[in-house]
């Protein structure tokens, strides 16, 4: 488990093809690594990775096909710039929103502009994560945890501060730019405990509709 507050920006140094997966080396900057071992948890850019050996300045990982296919690493190159956080400990200040770095889809950056000192940024996601995105709820974008100011439909936008911009790799961000997004645990949870017994209903059951909540008594 993660708390979306990037501890520092890393970049991808090598990118290894295994038979179609990928080991990689993270260069993780001024991530402090003392104590972390293999077998540790390290999200990049919001992606949950095992380190699987460390070097002296970072770490290796796999990289699993279902990765690839879902995530921007499908994307990445050499020299590409990532968001890092360790994995939290009993004793990590919360200071974001429960993250677990399993990347639910790949987002769009449509429009950004200045707004006094912070930056507004329009993000387009999937419609399958439309009902996910709440008004001044919580979503995670590359492993940032951020606040959603407004949200239509599945276009939603975020302020982010300088601080942040200048901590992560928010700051690049430009429209066009493809972006990991997670959404909040609560509201996935949330939606299948709503289905009930449904739940185990082989068909389709990935939606909450009016007339399923009506039938299960909650409206």
Avoid at 121 to 132: D, Q
Avoid at 143 to 163: K, Y
Wanted: aromatic share 4%.
């Amino acid at each position: 488990m993660f708390t979306g507050i990037i501890e520092a920006v890393g970049e991808i140094s090598v990118i290894e093809p295994r038979g179609g997966d990928a080991r990689v080396h993270v260069k993780t900057g001024k991530l402090d690594l003392v104590d972390v071992k293999p077998g540790d948890s390290i999200a990049v850019n919001g992606v949950c990775l095992t380190a699987i050996k460390l070097s002296g300045e970072g770490f290796w990982a796999d990289v699993s096909c279902e990765t690839i296919s879902h995530t921007c690493f499908q994307s990445v190159s050499v020299g590409t710039r990532v968001n890092l956080e360790k994995a939290l400990t009993p004793t990590t200040r919360l200071g974001g929103h429960l993250v677990s770095g399993h990347v639910d889809a790949i987002g769009k950056v449509l429009k950004r502009h200045d707004e006094a000192r912070s930056t507004r940024y329009i993000i387009e996601a999937p419609g399958s994560l439309a009902r996910y995105i709440a008004k001044k709820g919580s979503i995670c974008v590359d492993g940032t945890s951020l606040t959603v100011n407004e949200v239509n439909a599945a276009v939603f936008d975020i302020n982010v501060v300088p601080h942040t911009v200048k901590e992560t790799i928010v700051g690049g961000y430009r429209p066009g730019t493809l972006v990991n997004l997670e959404v909040d645990l609560i509201a996935r949870y949330l939606e299948r405990l709503l289905l009930g017994e449904k739940a185990a209903d082989s068909k389709d059951t990935s939606s909450v509709s009016l007339s399923m909540l009506r039938e299960n008594g909650f409206a």
